[in-house]
C-alpha cells in the first residue's frame, strides 16, 4: 500500500473519531440529559452488530437475506454525519429533497479517496433507498435501538418514544413479516419478557434478570 | 424465526447495551477524566470500521486477506467484555491462563442460543489467537485506535501511550509489512501530517485543518 | 393575561428547555469532549451579557448604538437553535438559501403565539442580517465567546480556533471600528493579558490572576 | 473606547465564564446527580428570556410593567454567584444579614469598573428587595426555572421540590395577582398540560407531544 | 523521615488518585448511566465512614467492638482496585480461588514500601476473610452504600438491587444481630422512614424532607 | 441497638451521601471544567488515607503523633460542607468570623444524635484551629490533593494552583518540619520524580511510568 494510500485511510479514521463524541441529538429532544445520550458511535455499533446477527437469523430461518452486506450498510448507515453532524427531523423535514443529497454528499466526500468507494457509496445509497431486505434490516435495528436507549434511560418520555418509533417504522420497512417481527421486538422489550445477562451479579444462574 | 429465536437474539441485544456505559478502563489509569474515555462500543464501532477499510485496500494492493471476515473479528472482539467487564492489564498478567478461557467463555455465553455460534466463536478465537493476517489486522486498529483516542485527550501521557501501544503490538503483530504499517501510522498521525474533516467549519476548504 | 396566553407561554418556556442540553455541536468538531463544549443556553447568557455591556461602554464613549435593543438580539441570536437543533457549516454551506430561511422559519413557529412577535422576529431577523451596528455587536459577543471557550479548554486546537473566529468575523463585522476592537480582544485575551476575578482564591488581591 | 476601558469589560467577560461550569448546587441536594444540575448561566439565560416575554404579554395585556428592566433584572440577578459561588439556604441562613452584603458586593466589586456601574448596581438591588414588580416578574421566572428543571428530571424529588418552590414564592411574590399567575403556571406545567415542540420529531404536526 | 520514605508515600498517593475517576463498574450493570455510578473514592468514603460511626455507636450500646480497628479496615476495604481495577462479579466467579489472591497481591503491591505493611495486610486480609465483627460491620456497610447509591438512581433496577444486596450478605455476614441489624436498615431505607438534612433548603426545620 | 438510634445513623448516612455529588467548587474557579472537579466524597477518602499513611511513618520515624486520631480528624475535616455546601474562600473572607462557626455549626447539627458527639465535634474542632501536629497533617494531605487533582488536570492553571496552594499552607502549617516535608512533595510531585503503578499496564516492571 502506498504512503499516500496510508494517509487517505487515516484521514478517515481521525475523521470519524467525532463520533464516539457526537449525541444522538434527537435524544435531548425526547427529554435526555446529554450524558444519557449515546454516541453516533455507540449507536452505530449496536446496530451494526444486531443487523448482523438478525441476518444472520432470518438466513437460517430461510429468509434469502445476505447478512455481510446486511452489516456493511450497519457499519455505514450514519456515517454521513460525521460530517454533517446529526441534523434533526424537523429541520430535514423542512429542508427535505436538500438533505438527502447532503447527507449522501457527505458520506461521498469522506470515502472519496477510498479505493472501493464505489461499493461503499452503494452501501449507503441503499439504506436511503430502503429497497433490499438488507437495508430494511438495518433500519429495523437503528429504529430498535433508539427504543431500548430510551427503555434504559428513566428521563426518556417511554409513551412518545414507542410512538415515534411505531409510526417512523411503519412508513419504512415494506416488508409485512418484518415490520411483525419488529412490533413483536418492541412488544416483548416493552413488557420486560427479555433476560439480559449481567457479568457483575455472577454466573451461576444463567438468566439472572429481567432488564 | 420462531418466537423463541427472536427472544434469544433480543437477549443478546439487550445484553450489549452495556457497552455503551462501559468506559476502556484502561485509560483512566493513563490519567483520563472518567468522561475523557470512549466507550466499548465506540471503540469497537471504530476498530471494526478501520479494520474493514483497511483491509479492503490491502486487498486492493494485492494482499491476501479477506476484508468480511476481518469486519467480524473487529466487531466481536471486544463483545466477551460486556459480560466480564473491561480486565486491566495488572489482574490478567497475575491470572493469566484463567484469563483468556474467561474470556472466551463469556463470549460463548452471550452467544450460546445464536444458530451460527461455533462461526461466531471461532472469529472471537482467531483473534484471541492473532495467527491470521486479519486477526492482525484487527489488532492493528485496536491498538490505534487506543492512541488517537489519547492523541485527541489533554490529560493522556501522550509518551507513555506511544510506548505502551508500540510495545503491545511488537509481540502481537507478527507480519513484518503490517507491524511496518503500524509504525508509519504512529508516526503520521503523532506527527501530525494527516488531516481530518472538520463538517462545522465549512465545506471549501477540501483539507480544512490538521488534527 | 388569559389562560390561553399564559399557556402559550409556558409553551416557548417548556421548548426552550432543550437550550440547556444542547452542547455546541462545532465545538465537537474542534476536539473537544462531549462535556467541555457549552451548552446553546450557556452561550447564549455569556453573549446577551456581553453584548449588552459592549453597547452600555460603547454608547458611553460616544457611539450611537441602543443596548436595550443589542441585549434583545443578543438574548434572541440562538433560539432557533432550540427547534432545528445546531447544524453545522458544512452542512449549512451545502444547503445554503435553504437555512436561512429554516432558522427565521423556526423562531417564527417558537414564537408564533406571542402578541408581539413581529417585534421578536425583527430582532432575529436584524441578527441574520446583520446590517445595523447592534447586530455586529452580537456578532462579535458571538464569535469572541467561541473564542474563550476554546481558550479554556485544553483539548481545543487553539490555532484552529482563532483562525476560525478571524475568518468568520471579517466577513460578517462591516464596521472597521468594530472589527479592529474584536481583533485587539483576541489579543488581548489570546496573550493572556486580562486578568479573571476568582471568588474561591480570596479577596484580598484584587487582580488575582490571569487567567 | 480606550484600551483600559476594553481590558475592563473583557475581565468582567472572562469571570463570568464559571457560570458556565457552576452547577446550581441546591440542586445537588435535592438528589440530582452533578451532571443533571443546569449551570448558573444556563439558568440564567432562561430566567432572562422568560422574564422578557411574560413581562411583555403583562404589557400586552395592559399591566404597568417595563419589560427592557426585566430583562436586565433577569440576565443581572445570579451574577454575584460567579464571584461568591452558590451558597446554599442553610448556610444563608445562619449567617443571614452577612450574605445579602456579600452577594451584594460580589456585584459591586465584577462590575466596579464599568461607566454605568450604579444603574447596573440599581438593578441587582431592585432584585434582593423585590419591591418593584418587574423584580417579582424575575422572582416567578427563578423559581418556576427550579421547578421545570426538577420536573424534566427523575432523580429530583418532585413533591419536595414543589413545597420548596411554592414556600419560597410566597413570602416573596407580593402581588397577588402575580402569585396566582404562578400557582397556575406550576399547576398547568405539573398536571402537563403544556405542550412542548420538539425539533427531532417532525414538523407536521404543531402540537407533538406532551412533556 | 528519609526522601526515599517520603517518595514511596508519595507513590501511594499517586497511584490511589485513579480511585476518583474509576466508576462502580457494577452499576453500570445494573443499568446506570457512566455519570450515575460513584466512585471507588468517593464509595470507600462513605463506608469508611458509616463503618466507624455504626461500630462506635455498637460500642457504645455495649457490644465488644473496635471503632478504630473497623474503620481502618473500612479505609483499606477497596484499595486494592485501585492496581487490579473493578473486577466483575461474573469474572470473579469463573476465576474463582485465582482472584482473592490477585486483589490480596495488588494490595500487597501498593503498600510494599511501608514501614507498617504488615499492619495494613492484616486489616485487607481481615476483611477478604470476614471472621470479626469488625470486617463484617465493614461488610454491612459495603453493600448499605451500594442500596442507597441505587436508591437514589432512578435508571437502578431496585428490586434487582435489593434481592442482590441481600443474597450477598446473607452469606457474609455470620453475626446473627449484625444482620437484622442490616435487614432493618434496609427496611427503612427502602420504605422512606429516614429523614436527610438538606442545606440548601433552610435551617429552621429540624428533620426537611424523606430522602 | 435502639431502633431510634438506628433511624439516627442512617440519617447521618443518607445527608452525606450529598458529598458523592459535590463537586469541589474552588476548583472551578481555578478553569475545571466541571467534571473536572472530584467530588468532596473522594477528597476526603483521598485525605484521610494519606493523613493515615503519613502519621504512621512519621510515628516509625520517631515523631510524637496519634495516627488513629489523625485519621480521624481526615476523616470528618470536610463534613460540615455535607450540609453547607463548598462556600468559597471570597465569601469566606467577606463574612469572616462567622464562617467558622457556621461549618461547626453545621457538623454538630449532622452529628447531634450520634452518643458519641462530643469526641466527634472535638476532632472537627482541633482541624479548625490547626494547634495538633495530627490537625496539621490532615491540613497538609488536604492541600497536597488539591495540588495533586490540579497536576492531573489539563485545565488547571497550574502555576496558580502551585502559588495558592503554598500560600495557603505557609500560614497553616506551623510546624516547621512538617512544612518542608509539605514543600519536597511539591516539588518531587510537580517535577514528576514520583512513580505511579498503573493496574493496566502490566505487573512485570516494578515502577512502571511517571506520572
Redesign the interface.
Known amino acids: ?3 499516500k ?3 487517505d ?15 444522538r ?2 435524544f ?9 445520550a ?2 453516533v ?6 446496530v ?3 443487523s ?3 441476518a ?3 438466513k ?2 430461510g429468509w434469502k437475506i445476505d447478512p ?1 452486506k446486511t ?2 450498510i450497519g ?1 455505514f448507515h450514519d ?1 454521513g454525519e ?10 430535514k ?3 427535505r429533497g ?2 438527502d ?2 447527507e449522501k ?2 458520506f461521498e ?2 470515502t472519496r479517496n ?3 468507494k464505489e461499493e461503499f457509496v452503494e452501501y449507503f445509497d441503499e439504506y436511503l433507498k430502503l429497497n433490499s431486505i438488507e437495508a430494511q434490516v438495518v433500519k429495523f435495528a437503528d429504529a ?1 435501538d433508539a427504543f ?2 430510551g427503555f ?4 426518556a ?1 417511554l409513551e ?1 418514544l414507542r410512538k ?1 418509533v411505531g409510526n417512523r417504522l411503519k412508513k419504512k420497512i415494506k416488508d409485512a413479516l418484518l415490520a411483525e ?1 419488529f412490533d ?2 418492541v412488544y ?2 416493552g413488557e420486560r ?12 444462574q444463567e438468566k439472572q ?3
Open positions: 500500500m502506498e504512503d494510500k496510508l494517509s485511510l487515516l484521514e478517515v479514521f481521525l475523521t470519524v473519531q467525532i463520533s464516539k463524541e457526537l449525541p441529538q434527537g435531548l429532544y425526547s427529554g435526555f440529559k446529554r450524558n444519557e449515546d454516541s458511535a455507540a449507536h452505530s455499533f449496536s451494526a452488530l444486531f448482523y446477527l438478525l444472520k437469523e432470518l437460517a430461518s455481510d452489516l456493511k457499519l456515517l460525521t460530517i454533517t453532524g446529526d441534523i434533526g427531523t424537523y429541520a423535514d423542512l429542508a436538500v438533505f443529497k447532503v454528499e457527505a466526500l469522506l477510498m479505493t472501493n430498535l431500548v436507549q434504559n434511560t428513566p428521563s418520555n412518545d415515534t417481527l413483536k421486538s416483548l422489550i419478557k427479555v433476560t439480559v445477562y449481567k457479568g457483575h451479579i455472577g454466573s451461576n434478570s429481567i432488564l
